[in-house]
């Protein structure tokens, strides 16, 4: 039979919640804090001229570079096959060359030589499609539909 409850709790300390002047609501107490990802976290930011005309447009990591220039609406490209023919997953974006391949060649775009750099290497295949067209090819010619938003 326990005779005082003082007695049983002599040998812990008392410990406060708010002994510290940098509590927060939000944070932890046990020194831990988890917090969720922030959409600008995941923000990447692109810059475009397209006829001297500057625009940056907010793209998101994992998605195509096609698809954040058609959601900014950037005139000259058409991107007509709109990445690739109708795939069975949805999952095959961006559109890896090698399993359907880039169809029209209409999302060509020109990438900086400082960004081109630190692309993977066009694949064989998207190769071959910006040499079919008649639009002027360049050193750092791409297809937006192949390029995968990251962050570096």
């Not at 209409?106 to 998207?126: F, G, M, N, Q, R």
Request: glycine share 8%; hydrophobic share 35%.
């Amino acid at each position: 039979m326990i005779k005082s409850f003082s007695s049983v709790f002599k040998k812990y300390k008392p410990v406060s919640l708010f002994n510290s002047s940098k509590f927060f609501a939000g944070d932890s107490p046990y020194g831990h804090v988890h917090k969720p990802p922030k959409v600008a976290d995941h923000i990447v930011w692109i810059n475009v001229i397209t006829d001297g005309r500057y625009q940056r447009l907010a793209g998101f990591e994992g998605e195509t570079l096609l698809t954040v220039l058609q959601r900014y609406n950037v005139e000259g490209l058409p991107a007509t096959c709109g990445g690739g023919e109708d795939q069975e997953t949805p999952s095959a974006r961006p559109v890896h060359p090698s399993a359907i391949g880039p169809m029209c060649g209409a999302c060509h775009v020109i990438i900086d030589k400082v960004w081109y750099s630190k692309l993977e290497p066009p694949h064989e295949l998207e190769t071959q499609v910006i040499e079919q067209h008649v639009y002027e090819i360049h050193a750092t010619s791409r297809l937006a539909c192949t390029i995968e938003v990251e962050k570096w």
